[in-house]
């Protein structure tokens, strides 16, 4: 070990998996230890997410930080990632946070000052329930801090670390996990269980006579509960597995098995009666989020079967409007037979009055051409006239004439002077 290993007390594994919403407030809360003496180990075990990016986005704004970043190719499970970080460790004390949960500022402050001081193999401390928006959970899962409470009270009676074990995994979550190297030494790597390698662990540590100390009242974690907790993906298969772990350790047990017929109880009641409640309680919540679309659906099947009755009457007002239209074609059909016809009617009157016009038009070109003629005969009367009155026979005629008349009136004048 170098000198620069040689002043890390502490090594903090953070095993990721598709935390990407959770992980940089997990990273966060180890570098705002008050305690600063940390190596911080983070492995995104393959997520799928984008918890690699916000890894690496945390590590480039923390550059004197002591992080190493790592990432598997293949996802290897929880157990495998969290024994890795552990061969990596440089530190005196070894302790694991996941990446959806949150240390309080003073953890590891109050836990390598307990350790140093009274020798302490392995410390817990309690924990403050949260939801996926890091909100106080407890009255969210009352059946969950009903056991854990439970748990507690079972510890403070008699401050014996197995027999509270054997009653149930009061220590919750590898991230309450704090333990001095030699810890790891003597009781070796977690093994690949997927739902029970925390409590596996814990039973072994125990096993092993280590000194033990669990810090109730205390809450210096925060166990995020959520719909993807490891433990709620199959929680029948998690019983199972549970079961067969403590199934496996009885044969091992010398101490009174009391806490442990009353686990095993609580198992059997949980996957009869609690399981039931727990899925009884998320219908009900899924219920909560269907009934504003029920009612959404249902004022859209009314707003729709208006819409069908609209449409309905807008049917039979048109079918009244193509009847309706379909007699008023008929009419026009019968006036267009009738106009035609008038229009036949029409045609032959102006082909008529055509050929009328056509005949007046011949008789005025004749009469003009009468007219014409008559006026060129006229003039040459007149002409004619005019040469013949001013003619010297007619001037001599005249003459010779003259007396005849003269006479002719005397005669007239003279027959009526006798008549009267």
Request: aromatic share 10%; glycine share 4%; proline share 2%.
């Amino acid at each position: 070990m170098n000198q620069a290993h040689a002043t890390i007390k502490v090594s903090v594994i953070l095993p990721v998996y598709n935390h990407a919403r959770w992980v940089q407030q997990a990273i966060a809360s180890v570098l705002a230890q008050s305690f600063t003496s940390f190596e911080l180990i983070i492995i995104d075990d393959a997520s799928i997410d984008t918890s690699w990016q916000v890894i690496q986005s945390v590590c480039a704004i923390n550059p004197a930080a002591r992080i190493r970043c790592l990432r598997h190719r293949t996802n290897q499970g929880a157990p495998a990632t969290i024994n890795e970080g552990l061969q990596l460790a440089y530190g005196e004390y070894l302790s694991i946070l996941n990446s959806d949960d949150v240390w309080e500022a003073g953890r590891l402050q109050r836990l390598v000052r307990l350790a140093d001081s009274q020798g302490v193999d392995f410390i817990s401390t309690d924990v403050a329930v949260l939801d996926a928006d890091s909100n106080p959970k407890e009255q969210a899962e009352p059946h969950w801090v009903a056991w854990f409470e439970g748990l507690k009270q079972d510890y403070a009676v008699h401050a014996d670390t197995k027999a509270t074990l054997l009653r149930g995994n009061f220590l919750i979550t590898t991230s309450n996990f704090f333990f001095h190297r030699r810890v790891y030494e003597q009781v070796g790597q977690f093994a690949e269980l997927r739902y029970v390698h925390d409590y596996e662990y814990a039973l072994r540590v125990v096993a092993a006579g280590l000194h033990v100390q669990f810090l109730s009242g205390e809450k210096l974690l925060g166990y995020r509960l959520h719909d993807t907790n490891t433990i709620r993906e199959k929680p029948l298969a998690a019983i199972e597995e549970n079961m067969q772990l403590l199934l496996r350790w009885l044969p091992l047990l010398s101490a009174p098995l009391a806490g442990l017929s009353a686990q095993l109880q609580d198992l059997y009641r949980y996957t009869c009666e609690e399981w039931l409640t727990l899925v009884h309680q998320r219908l009900l919540a899924r219920e909560q989020e269907l009934l504003p679309l029920i009612r959404d659906r249902d004022a859209w099947i009314t707003e729709r079967d208006q819409l069908i009755r609209d449409l309905q009457q807008h049917v039979a007002e048109q079918r009244q409007w193509l009847a309706d239209r379909d007699g008023w074609i008929r009419e026009r059909d019968a006036w267009i037979v009738q106009r035609d016809g008038w229009l036949v009617e029409r045609d032959t009157l102006i082909q008529q009055q055509v050929a009328a016009l056509a005949a007046r038009d011949q008789w005025v070109a004749d009469r003009d051409g009468w007219i014409r003629e008559r006026d060129v005969l006229i003039q040459q009367l007149q002409q004619q006239q005019h040469v013949l009155l001013h003619s010297r026979a007619f001037r001599l005629g005249q003459a010779l004439l003259n007396p005849f008349r003269r006479c002719k009136q005397w005669l007239r004048g003279g027959e009526l002077c006798l008549k009267s």
